[in-house]
Antibody, heavy 121, light 108 residues
Framework: QVQLVESGGGVVQPGKSLRLSCAAS????????MHWVRQAPGKGLEWVAV????????YYADSVKGRFTISRDNSKNTLYLQMNSLRVEDTAVYYC??????????????WGQGTPVTVSS | EIVLTQSPGTLSLSPGERATLSCRAS???????LAWYQQKPGQAPRLLIY???SRATGIPDRFSGSGSGTDFTLTISRLEPEDFAVYYC?????????FGQGTKVEIE
């Protein structure tokens, strides 16, 4: 079965950096696009970024463009989110999620349990 | 960026009743790439519908999606106790992808 396990969250000061990881198993990782989605405390879902199955295309929410970088290592079945210049408003639970269908052009279907990130001085 | 507006904000219904949730987009969504999710407290979201009307794997047929262009609907034909939750729509046809703000379906 599909398993996605996020790690790397924690408490960080504004302006600092953090890298999240998502270890995938139970499917052929290199065939699926992968997303990061976040949810601030008591708020709704916010899509953050997507990377295509082959890593050749990446897209970002306007709120993180230029500060966050999504990447993947298909040899390690791992997805990453490098977060730089963190702001208080980046505080959220960060979920990694797998596309519903292999290839590209489908929504997130399988989700990890999330890793919390708190940006505070 | 496509803005998705969901209505109503809260829907108060009883088990067995029909629920109709709306999602309106600020611009037409490419290829009707519109999804619906259910989220319960403390849990990750669960994909219900993709492509506006296709049910995801394992989703009961009391959940159905319809619509095209800018207006989409999620219908739950007869509410079961486990259906009381928050529902989000998401468009994935245009970058950046976006979510609606959510509709809470609560027990009346």
């Amino acid at each position: 079965q599909v398993q996605l396990v996020e790690s790397g969250g924690g408490v960080v000061q504004p302006g600092k950096s953090l890298r999240l990881s998502c270890a995938a198993s139970g499917f052929t990782f290199s065939r699926y696009g992968m997303h990061w989605v976040r949810q601030a405390p008591g708020k709704g879902l916010e899509w953050v970024a997507v990377i295509w199955y082959d890593g050749n295309n990446k897209y970002y929410a306007d709120s993180v463009k230029g500060r966050f970088t999504i990447s993947r290592d298909n040899s390690k079945n791992t997805l990453y989110l490098q977060m730089n210049s963190l702001r208080v408003e980046d505080t959220a639970v960060y979920y990694c999620a797998r596309d519903a269908l292999s290839g590209s052009g489908s929504p997130p279907a399988d989700w990890g349990q999330g890793t919390p990130v708190t940006v505070s001085s | 960026e496509i803005v998705l507006t969901q209505s109503p904000g809260t829907l108060s219904l009883s088990p067995g009743e029909r629920a109709t949730l709306s999602c309106r987009a600020s611009h037409s969504i490419t290829s009707n790439f519109l999804a619906w999710y259910q989220q319960k407290p403390g849990q990750a979201p669960r994909l219900l519908i993709y492509g506006a009307s296709s049910r995801a794997t394992g989703i009961p047929d009391r959940f159905s999606g319809s619509g095209s262009g800018t207006d989409f609907t999620l219908t739950i034909s007869r509410l079961e106790p486990e259906d009381f939750a928050v529902y989000y729509c998401q468009q994935y046809g245009n970058s950046p992808q976006t979510f609606g703000q959510g509709t809470k379906v609560e027990i009346e």
